[in-house]
């Protein structure tokens, strides 16, 4: 070959390269240039944080709301640069809201590497998690089960952000005493340790408050036929009664007790704040309270949130989104105050929780590791929606 076709070459070559080095001059100098597309982010590694929700079973509605919300958070963390620097990854793990999945569900999480974990929906399914995650040494925080029983049995690895069943009993009364007037009542749970705590605590402070408990019945999960139960309670004539479990077989209940004549007040407890309570149960759920957690459309700060949820998922975010999202939140807060991803430097913070301003309110995390300060809330269902009573 010519040296005039080597020559050639090398100039085509050194056009190339020019006009290559012009445009990523360009697109440096012009950052906004690729609207609407993230800046890409050079973290140093990653952080796995565990997803502890049901998200198969009766509560599965519930759980993957959780997960979005969870979700959500994560990747509003790591569009503002991660944790320390490294990029969040979840990973979730299915409970079913029962007790035997949500042991290997938790046995699975450590395996996989995870440094903490947020989540814990139902008590019952909670409750035999916690020394899984504290004989690891993982930290956790839990946003919806608020059994008094997490408190006695907690091995001090874990907080509770959501109101507790003291503080659930305190609204309830508040309810009974204060609104309705009641003085005879009647109380159904489940036997797990969510609804069966609720219902123990709710008769011990009615009773010491000098009124009466004339029904104290459980249930078994998944029961369709409520009619000698309904008969029972009639018998006993409660001025209201109270169920303390979920909205799948309370929907059930409060029907047939309609059906069947009761015609006193009906409440229940905050497993039961799904709107799904209201499909099952139709016309029959007119006028029930509901002792609740704070749900989102409620809250004035939780507004841009409910707006980007709807966004991504095309849905409304259901009633415990805004707990999840701020226990990924407070979580990630938690391991940057304690400047590492170990263990006990983790559990250290978090239990030092104080004034954490989430979207569904103030964080204080008190001595027994759990939120200080109530935050229930009462909803009275009306036309097929939840209203708050203020």
Same mark, same amino acid.
């Given at each position: 070959?010519?040296?005039?076709?080597?020559?050639?070459?090398?100039?085509?070559?050194?056009?190339?390269?020019?006009?290559?080095?012009?445009?990523?001059?360009?697109?440096?100098?012009?950052?906004?240039?690729?609207?609407?597309?993230?800046?890409?982010? +050079?973290?140093?590694? &990653?952080?796995? %944080?565990?997803?502890? %929700?049901?998200?198969?079973?009766?509560?599965?509605?519930?759980?993957?709301?959780?997960?979005?919300?969870?979700?959500?958070?994560?990747? /509003?963390?790591?569009?503002?640069?991660?944790?320390?620097?490294?990029?969040?990854?979840?990973?979730?793990?299915?409970?079913?809201?029962?007790?035997?999945?949500?042991?290997?569900?938790?046995?699975?999480?450590?395996?996989?590497?995870?440094?903490?974990?947020?989540?814990?929906? $139902? $008590?019952?399914?909670?409750?035999?998690?916690?020394?899984?995650?504290?004989?690891?040494?993982?930290?956790?925080?839990?946003?919806?089960? +608020?059994?008094?029983?997490?408190?006695?049995?907690?091995?001090? +690895?874990?907080?509770?952000?959501?109101?507790?069943?003291?503080?659930?009993? &305190?609204?309830?009364?508040?309810?009974?005493?204060? %609104?309705?007037?009641?003085?005879?009542?009647?109380?159904?749970?489940?036997?797990?340790?969510?609804? &069966?705590?609720?219902?123990?605590?709710?008769?011990?402070?009615?009773? &010491?408050?000098?009124?009466?408990?004339?029904?104290?019945?459980?249930?078994?999960?998944?029961?369709?036929?409520?009619? $000698?139960?309904?008969?029972?309670?009639?018998?006993?004539?409660?001025?209201?009664?109270?169920?303390?479990?979920?909205?799948?077989?309370?929907?059930?209940?409060?029907?047939?007790?309609?059906?069947?004549?009761?015609?006193? /007040?009906?409440?229940?407890?905050?497993?039961?704040?799904?709107?799904?309570?209201?499909?099952?149960?139709?016309?029959?759920?007119?006028?029930?309270?509901?002792?609740?957690?704070?749900?989102?459309?409620?809250?004035?700060?939780?507004?841009?949130?409910?707006?980007?949820?709807?966004?991504?998922?095309?849905?409304?975010?259901?009633?415990?989104?805004?707990?999840?999202?701020?226990?990924?939140?407070?979580?990630?807060?938690?391991?940057?105050?304690?400047?590492?991803?170990?263990?006990?430097?983790?559990?250290?913070?978090?239990? /030092?929780?104080?004034?954490?301003?989430?979207?569904?309110?103030?964080?204080?995390?008190?001595?027994?590791?759990?939120?200080?300060?109530?935050?229930?809330?009462?909803? /009275?269902?009306?036309?097929?929606?939840?209203?708050?009573?203020?």
């Amino acid at each position: 070959m010519s040296k005039k076709y080597f020559g050639l070459v090398a100039l085509v070559l050194l056009l190339s390269l020019t006009l290559f080095g012009c445009g990523g001059q360009q697109a440096e100098e012009q950052p906004g240039g690729n609207e609407g597309q993230a800046e890409e982010i +050079n973290y140093d590694g &990653e952080i796995k %944080i565990g997803l502890m %929700i049901p998200l198969t079973g009766s509560e599965a509605t519930y759980g993957k709301d959780m997960e979005n919300a969870m979700k959500m958070a994560a990747d /509003e963390i790591n569009a503002e640069g991660g944790i320390l620097g490294k990029k969040l990854v979840t990973i979730s793990g299915d409970t079913a809201a029962d007790p035997q999945q949500s042991t290997s569900a938790a046995t699975k999480l450590v395996s996989s590497g995870v440094v903490s974990v947020v989540g814990g929906y $139902s $008590s019952g399914a909670t409750l035999p998690t916690l020394n899984v995650f504290a004989d690891a040494n993982i930290p956790q925080v839990i946003p919806v089960a +608020n059994s008094t029983k997490i408190i006695d049995e907690n091995p001090g +690895n874990a907080i509770q952000i959501n109101g507790t069943g003291f503080h659930q009993a &305190e609204k309830a009364l508040e309810l009974f005493e204060g %609104i309705w007037d009641v003085e005879k009542l009647a109380i159904v749970h489940q036997g797990d340790g969510y609804s &069966e705590d609720l219902a123990k605590l709710t008769k011990e402070a009615w009773e &010491e408050a000098g009124h009466e408990v004339v029904a104290f019945e459980v249930i078994n999960k998944g029961e369709q036929d409520f009619s $000698s139960l309904v008969t029972s309670i009639k018998s006993k004539n409660p001025d209201a009664v109270y169920w303390t479990a979920y909205y799948a077989d309370g929907a059930l209940l409060i029907k047939q007790l309609r059906q069947g004549g009761f015609q006193g /007040e009906i409440a229940v407890g905050d497993g039961s704040n799904s709107p799904k309570l209201m499909e099952i149960a139709g016309n029959a759920a007119e006028g029930v309270v509901c002792t609740s957690n704070p749900m989102v459309e409620y809250l004035p700060a939780a507004k841009e949130f409910m707006e980007n949820y709807k966004a991504n998922y095309n849905q409304d975010p259901g009633p415990y989104s805004s707990l999840a999202y701020d226990g990924m939140h407070l979580m990630k807060d938690a391991i940057e105050r304690a400047g590492s991803t170990d263990g006990d430097a983790i559990i250290k913070a978090l239990k /030092e929780t104080e004034g954490f301003q989430g979207i569904s309110g103030e964080t204080t995390i008190a001595d027994n590791n759990a939120l200080a300060n109530s935050n229930f809330v009462l909803l /009275e269902a009306k036309g097929g929606q939840w209203k708050l009573i203020e």
